[in-house]
């Protein structure tokens, strides 16, 4: 290759439940270019790779060819970093094991790395934004699931069979709230992610007789954005599932710093936007639950990145580390 180090570039792609964003990173951290796509409308793992690389061409050849590219870093939900192969992800279309780097590999003819979505971000983050610097910390991602990266030692954990940080799906309620796509009851992300903040609202609904903007919404299109938007109107409901919802991530990030004794629990993703709402309750309830030695100790920050970028470039930075 003709170009210096310096010109060659790296794609990231964070696959969602809902979406699909990417982009082409610079090794500074620069999202050059970027475009998102939906995850669920593909029944088929290939026609969403048929897309996938239908849309990638377009941003490649504006960047100057496949020739500037090195590789392709991929976060995807139960992505398996030793395998390269999606694990029953229950918030895809796609079932069973799906071999994604070796088919992303064959479409591209690049090399790809794949890595769990929220690893991904954690890495993004400890390159580029709030953990820059920081050996010890959990990274959280507040959206259609509940994701989590465990840096400790400044390693991230992956365990022995590559799927290490699940705390989503901890158990946080004994029989609680049945999760649909694991049927596990009471975990983490039944009630913390935008899907648990919905059913939550509807569960309220149904057995509060208290006034509420949100009894006016339909109910199709009751989602955390409307919760939060009757809550800075100062909705008394709306403000109570705010409070809910912060006591049980409050009450599981507890757990998590008494496993790992983080510097800090950087949380990102769409439920973050509604700032203190959701943040005060949770930082009380975590100290609430933590024992002594533990207390006072350990920040809880907004990630600093651009929302989607933290995964594109922790993606991307997986592509930097293969030779």
């Known amino acids: 290759m003709t170009q210096s180090s310096k010109d060659v570039l790296a794609i990231g792609i964070d696959i969602g439940g809902t979406g699909t964003k990417y982009g082409i990173v610079n090794r500074d951290g620069n999202v050059l270019f970027s475009g ?24 490649i050849e504006r960047a ?8 392709i870093g991929m976060g995807a939900p139960n992505g398996n970093f030793y395998t390269g192969t999606i694990e029953y992800a229950p918030n895809l279309p796609w079932k069973g094991i799906i071999p994604i780097a070796k088919l992303v590999n064959e479409k591209f003819k690049l090399p790809v790395v794949l890595t769990n979505d ?13 953990a820059k610097g920081m050996k010890d910390f959990i990274m959280i991602t507040l959206g259609t699931g509940v994701g989590s990266g465990i840096v400790a030692n400044g390693q991230l954990i992956y365990g022995h069979d590559g799927f290490a940080g ?4 901890t158990i946080v309620i004994p029989d609680g709230r049945m999760h649909e796509g694991t049927g596990k009851k009471g975990s983490l992300e039944s009630y913390a992610s935008a899907t648990g903040v919905r059913l939550t609202a509807l569960e309220l609904l149904e057995n509060s007789k208290e006034d509420s903007l949100l009894r006016t919404a339909d109910k199709e299109n009751l989602d955390s954005k409307v919760v939060y938007d009757a809550a800075i109107k100062g909705d008394k409901l709306a403000l109570q599932i705010f409070e ?8 599981a990030l507890a757990n998590a710093v008494m496993f790992s004794s983080p510097e800090a629990i950087i949380l990102f993703g769409g439920l973050t936007k509604a700032g203190d709402l959701i943040l005060k309750p ?14 006072n100790k350990v920040k809880i920050l907004v990630s ?3 929302e989607s970028d933290a995964a594109i470039l922790g993606a991307s930075a997986l592509a930097w580390e293969q030779q």
């Open 244 to 251: 809910f919802t912060g006591k049980i991530l409050g009450l």
């Open 282 to 295: 949770t930082r009380e309830h975590m100290e609430e639950n933590l024992i002594q030695v533990f207390q």
């Open 304 to 306: 600093h990145l651009k």
């Open 118 to 130: 929220a690893n991904a971000a954690a890495i993004g983050e400890m390159m580029y934004g709030a």
């Open 166 to 169: 699940e705390l989503g799906h």
């Open 36 to 59: 998102e796509m939906s995850t669920k409308k593909h029944s088929t793992i290939e026609t969403f790779i048929d897309e996938l690389h239908e849309q990638l061409s377009v941003l």
């Open 64 to 71: 100057g060819g496949i020739d500037r590219i090195k590789g």
